[in-house]
């Protein structure tokens, strides 16, 4: 089971971007038993929790990035998905997916990058 890591890119602020995390290799009655994250980390720093989303469904977003990001997932296919909308510079970061607990070993991530 690995974690795939998808849809970062180079965008404008205020601009916006949909991540994607495929779990690869995982059955589905795995994936439906685990909360799903979402992280970012920037170069010198902690990674950091950004969002998340129960296995139930409930979600929960760290503060600065309340209202602006969107966690999602489709069980089915076995994806978490985080849109972000209203990018500012301070939101480029390699974007990471994980679940909870027991995390997996981390995928590679995605480079989102915002600027003029």
């Known amino acids: 089971v690995h974690l795939v890591e998808s849809g970062g890119g180079l965008v404008q602020p205020g601009g916006s971007l949909r991540l994607s995390c495929l779990v690869s290799g995982s059955i589905l009655s795995v994936f439906t038993s685990y909360d799903m994250h979402w992280y970012r980390q920037v170069p010198g720093k902690q990674r950091e929790l950004v969002a998340m989303?129960?296995?139930?469904?409930?979600?929960n977003y760290a503060d600065y990035v309340m209202g602006r990001f969107t966690i999602s997932k489709n069980n089915s296919r076995k994806t978490v998905y985080l849109q972000m909308n209203s990018l500012k510079p301070e939101d480029t970061a390699v974007y990471y997916c994980?679940?909870?607990?027991?995390?997996?070993?981390w995928g590679k991530g995605t480079q989102v990058t915002v600027s003029s």
């Open positions: 989303i129960t296995k139930s469904g409930t979600t």
């Open positions: 994980n679940r909870y607990p027991d995390n997996l070993p």
